[in-house]
């Protein structure tokens, strides 16, 4: 008889019927409780960009923002992290600045 790997075993050889009953219940509290965090974090982070909106447009310039993308990235869905989103507009605006020797 072939064993699987994909069962864990008791001493005698056999599937060890607990051990994977407790396996599915991890992986399904793991599936809700995962997005449930993400959801979470991205909800926090928007309290803390909301913070660049009260912002005036030359501070927001100098880090290579401007008050529509910090409103693009707070309307946002919850489940993309804005801050994400933010920092990549961010980079790239001072990769341009580089490029045009502007700053």
């Known amino acids: 008889m072939i064993q699987s790997d994909a069962y864990?075993?008791?001493g005698r050889g056999r599937p060890d019927s607990h051990?994977?009953?407790r396996r599915v219940l991890v992986d399904t509290g793991m599936a809700i409780i995962e997005p449930a965090m993400r959801l979470?974090?991205?909800w926090k982070r928007r309290d803390d960009l909301a913070i660049l909106g009260e912002l005036d447009e030359h501070l927001l310039d100098d880090i290579g923002l401007t008050a529509a993308?910090?409103?693009?990235a707070l309307a946002l869905p919850l489940a993309d992290n804005a801050?994400?989103?933010l920092a990549g507009r961010a980079h790239r605006s001072r990769q341009a600045w580089r490029l045009l020797g502007q700053r």
């Open 40 to 42: 979470w974090r991205n």
């Open 83 to 85: 801050s994400r989103m």
């Open 19 to 21: 051990a994977d009953i």
């Open 8 to 10: 864990e075993r008791d």
């Open 69 to 72: 993308d910090v409103r693009e």
